[in-house]
């Protein structure tokens, strides 16, 4: 019998900036998910998600890239959803891609939603079609 490893690795999701329809800086003050990103990620999120639509070729990584995720935000009341989060790294700083489940999301799966702690648009002067790369860890299994 052989031995299964796991091998942690970083991989880089591209694509470009756009703008979504404004919902996201509502969820992103909730209550709620300022509390839970501070105590699950380590900060209060800027109000509001960058959307990046993932370019092409790195459309077929995503399911690999999403599959493990960091922590959960679970909401208090039955009226809103839980959203897994994963942790990643946007121009060296620490953010997550946000996935609400999938009855709720208004936007094509190649669509990240995006938290982190300050405005990427403010902080690196970004704008909409403006290239960006996403870096986070996935694992691979070798038999
Ligand atoms: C943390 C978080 C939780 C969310 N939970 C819900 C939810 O319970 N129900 C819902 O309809 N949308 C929820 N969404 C929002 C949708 O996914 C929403 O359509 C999206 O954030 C729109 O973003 P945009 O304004 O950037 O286009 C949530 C978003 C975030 C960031
Ligand atoms: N960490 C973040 C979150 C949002 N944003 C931007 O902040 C604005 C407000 O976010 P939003 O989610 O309410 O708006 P839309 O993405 O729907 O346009 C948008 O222009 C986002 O692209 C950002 O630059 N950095």
Known sequence: MHKKTKINETMTISGRIQSGVGKGSFFTSLDWVVQQCEDKLGYAPFPGTLNIRVRDEDVPKLQHFLA???????????????????????KGVPAAVVLPTEDVRI?????????????????????????????????????
């Open 68 to 90: 493990k995720t960091d922590a959960e935000l679970v909401p208090e009341d039955r009226s809103f959803c839980a959203a897994p989060v994963k942790k990643v790294m946007i």
């Open 107 to 143: 936007h094509e799966d190649r669509i990240l939603e995006i938290i982190s702690p300050h405005s990427f648009k403010q902080s690196f002067g970004l704008h909409d079609g403006d290239q960006i790369s996403i870096i986070g860890k996935t694992t691979i299994i070798k038999k």
